[in-house]
């Protein structure tokens, strides 16, 4: 069984940062493509960034490209988001999803399995 489990969320001021974690079991993420989601207040879930593992290559978002960096840790099996210089509009739920398909790998559709996902607040 595929269990994905993230953490690291919370309130932040704008500007500040903050860094997600994805504990993934019953799956290498070094044999899985990895991606981070999120879903504002309101509105659909959409891409963030996402990591690939055969080649190892990442992805982002235009709007996270430059402040968020993706990276995975494969000794503790464990994706990580990293985020700085956040903005109020970064407020949302984020998720950590799994077994990405490369040629959907920025839809929500491309992934097989997925967290519950963690609040991040952004204050102004």
């Known amino acids: 069984q595929v269990q994905l489990v993230e953490s690291g969320g919370g309130l932040v001021q704008a500007g500040g940062s903050l860094r997600l974690s994805c504990a993934v079991s019953?799956?290498?993420?070094?044999?899985?493509?990895m991606g981070w989601f999120r879903q504002p207040p309101g509105k659909e879930r959409e891409f963030v960034a996402a990591?690939?593992?055969?080649?190892?290559?990442?992805y982002y978002a235009d709007y996270v490209k430059g402040r968020f960096t993706i990276s995975r840790e494969i000794a503790k099996n464990t994706v990580y988001l990293q985020m700085n210089s956040l903005k109020p509009e970064d407020t949302a739920v984020y998720y950590c999803?799994?077994?990405?398909?490369?040629?959907?790998?920025?839809?929500?559709?491309?992934?097989?399995?997925w967290g519950q996902g963690t609040q991040v607040t952004v204050s102004s």
């Open positions: 990591i690939t593992w055969s080649p190892v290559s990442t």
């Open positions: 019953g799956r290498s993420v070094s044999r899985s493509n």
């Open positions: 999803a799994a077994d990405g398909h490369l040629r959907w790998i920025k839809t929500t559709t491309g992934y097989a399995y």
